[in-house]
């Protein structure tokens, strides 16, 4: 396969690259820093049957007039990508999005409006193409919103909002959506929420995404239980609900 994975640099996208590296499926690693990416890749080349088959990309998604294009041109250039994983995103403090108006901005901009800019540019190029797949990772934030974490939350509820729409546009192309919602996960940006004995290893939450895209299934929770945990949360009734302190 030709792969693309967006936010590249990411703990949980890296454990996917390692995996797909190993089955020898050819890798073109995006993120705003080249900088960042360039680890990634040479951990990757040792890993991949030829270093060639790993390449990074420096690749702002603010720049909205070039987006559509610079998508085209780089599927083009990698020979028609497969697979789009779309895997960055940014949690910030509850209390900063609270009060300052440039954080809940840059909340919504990192986790929502980007990661909708960037599927977008891939699925004209892939309905076009009637094949490929478009994987979201979204998070269990998105499923309720919580007073801890309502702006991340309210953004991947859109993540996932929009993946269910993507998905049923996509579907007569034979193009999959895959919306993956890991629970809190042993990474950087999770190292600030919880002890590290109750985050999730990423190389089992990679093990679950890749074998979701395999599946091309709609919507994984990972680890597993999740999805339980959070049928749970879903039905809870709202006047109870907004007494407890989560
Ligand atoms: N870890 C968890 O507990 C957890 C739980 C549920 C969902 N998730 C989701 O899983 C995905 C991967 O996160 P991770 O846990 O692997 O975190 P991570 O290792 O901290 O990586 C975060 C990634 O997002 C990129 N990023 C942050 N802000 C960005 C922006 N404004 N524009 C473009 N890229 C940006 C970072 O790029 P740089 O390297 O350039 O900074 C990095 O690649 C995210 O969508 C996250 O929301 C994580």
Request: glycine share 6%; aromatic share 0%.
């Given at each position: 396969m030709n792969i693309l994975i967006y936010g590249a640099s990411s703990r949980i996208a890296h454990e996917c690259a390692r995996l797909w590296a190993r089955d020898g499926h050819a890798l073109v690693l995006a993120g705003r820093s080249a900088l960042r990416l360039e680890p990634v890749a040479a951990d990757l080349r040792v890993l991949a049957?030829?270093?060639?088959?790993v390449r990074t990309l420096a690749w702002d998604?603010?720049?909205?007039?070039t987006l559509r294009q610079r998508f085209a041109d780089e599927d083009a250039r990698a020979g028609g990508f497969d697979l789009l994983l779309v895997a960055h995103g940014w949690l910030p403090e509850q209390a900063a999005a609270q009060r300052d108006p440039a954080v809940l901005r840059e909340t919504v901009e990192a986790n929502a409006l980007s990661v909708a800019q960037i599927c977008e540019a891939a699925a004209g190029v892939f309905e076009a193409r009637r094949r490929g797949t478009i994987a979201v990772i979204g998070s269990v934030a998105g499923d309720r919103g919580r007073q801890s974490n309502y702006l991340y939350g309210a953004s991947k509820g859109f993540v996932e909002r929009y993946c269910q729409g993507l998905r049923n546009r996509l579907h007569a192309a034979g193009v999959a959506v895959v919306l993956v919602k890991p629970g809190p996960t042993d990474t950087p940006m999770a190292r600030?929420?919880?002890?590290?004995?109750r985050l999730a290893d990423p190389r089992d939450v990679a093990r679950d995404i890749v074998r979701a895209i395999d599946r091309r299934q709609a919507v994984v929770y990972t680890p597993g239980p999740w999805r339980w945990i959070m049928t749970v949360i879903r039905w809870i009734p709202e006047r109870a609900f907004v007494r407890l302190k989560l």
């Open positions: 049957a030829s270093p060639e088959s998604l603010a720049d909205e007039a600030q929420l919880a002890r590290p004995g």
